[in-house]
């Protein structure tokens, strides 16, 4: 940001709010044995941000959130405060594809996600942009109106995050340019309702250098999409190299990025209080102890003990 001449640089712009920070900071946590689990799983690793699935991920099957999960769900974070919590959609919703079948049960599933994340009190819904498979204009088009879609039949408050993506085969979304384009074809009446989750792992292998041009990157989503439209960021490392156009998470600090882009952001004043939630390998021996350590390094990184 430039400060016009004449005007002295305010200090208080560049310092840190650790404690701001830190409020926002956790995991993908499991609801092995139903929604109303996540808080206190989230809990138990001093989550104040969490991430879960309210259904099986890769089975079509649509779950209900009735009034009593929803009251349970409620207690659970009274209980055990983590402060923000989203959902993520299903791996196999595709809200682009140019197959109507495909597309008409992308749609159904994606309203069973918004209906039972609004139930839930959700702050948000991290959607992946779909695949376009056959052409990318026509795509990017599809995926725009199947969130109208959806969120005029699921009315409501909770916003769709649309996730950046590492740009395998025809996904969409692996560019700033992608992502502002389908908000911007989303219908007036429901744009304000989309918003962007930022994965690390999936920009870097999508070809936004994280290591080398840190501020360049956020300067260009700034520009692009705009830095007050990123409500959640996923902290991921990356098994596989620069521009890989892979999406293989690795722990922080152990893959492609290295710690210091993972710094950075715990100290960068532009994404204090951004929620921040990793979606790190859980380990071999339990869901607790790398997540733990993952934490512990971030907020060591961010200057908090
Ligand atoms: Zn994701
Ligand atoms: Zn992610």
New binding site residues.
């Given amino acids: 940001m430039r400060t016009s001449s004449g005007t002295r640089p305010r200090r208080e712009k560049t310092i840190v709010d650790p404690g701001k920070n830190a409020e926002r900071l956790g995991a993908h946590v499991s609801t092995q044995g139903g929604c109303p689990t996540a808080p206190r799983r989230g809990f138990a690793i001093g989550a104040t941000a969490i991430q879960l699935f309210t259904k099986t991920p890769n089975m079509w099957r649509e779950p209900e959130v009735t009034p009593a999960i929803a009251d349970d769900f409620r207690r659970a974070r009274d209980v055990h405060p983590v402060g923000f919590a989203v959902s ?1 959609d299903s791996y196999l919703i595709n809200l682009a594809s140019p197959d109507p079948a495909l597309r008409a049960r992308s749609i159904a599933a994606f309203i069973g996600e918004l209906t039972r994340s609004e139930a839930l009190g959700l702050d948000g819904i ?1 959607s ?1 942009p779909g695949n376009f498979i056959d052409d990318h204009d026509a795509g990017l088009e599809r995926n725009a109106t199947a969130i109208t879609e959806a969120l005029r039949a699921a009315p409501g408050s909770v916003p769709v995050l649309l ?1 950046t993506t590492a740009g395998s085969g025809t996904v969409l979304g692996r560019s700033f340019e992608e992502l502002a384009a389908i908000r911007n074809l989303v219908a007036d009446d429901v744009r304000h309702r989309v918003r962007f989750c930022a ?1 690390t792992c999936h920009l870097y292998s999508a070809g936004y250098d994280l290591v080398t041009e840190f501020e360049t990157v956020w300067d260009t989503w700034d520009r692009v999409i705009g830095i007050d439209l990123l409500t959640c960021l ?1 902290m991921n490392d990356s098994k596989t190299p620069f521009a890989s156009r892979r999406d293989r998470h690795a722990l922080i600090g152990e893959g492609s990025l290295g710690t210091e882009p993972f710094r950075q952001i715990m100290v960068s004043p532009r994404l204090a209080g951004i929620p921040k939630i990793l ?1 790190t390998p859980k380990g071999d021996l339990d869901e607790v102890t790398n997540d733990l350590a993952m934490l512990a390094l971030l907020r060591a990184m961010g200057g908090a003990n």
């Fill in positions: 993520h991290v992946h996730e994965d996923h979606e």
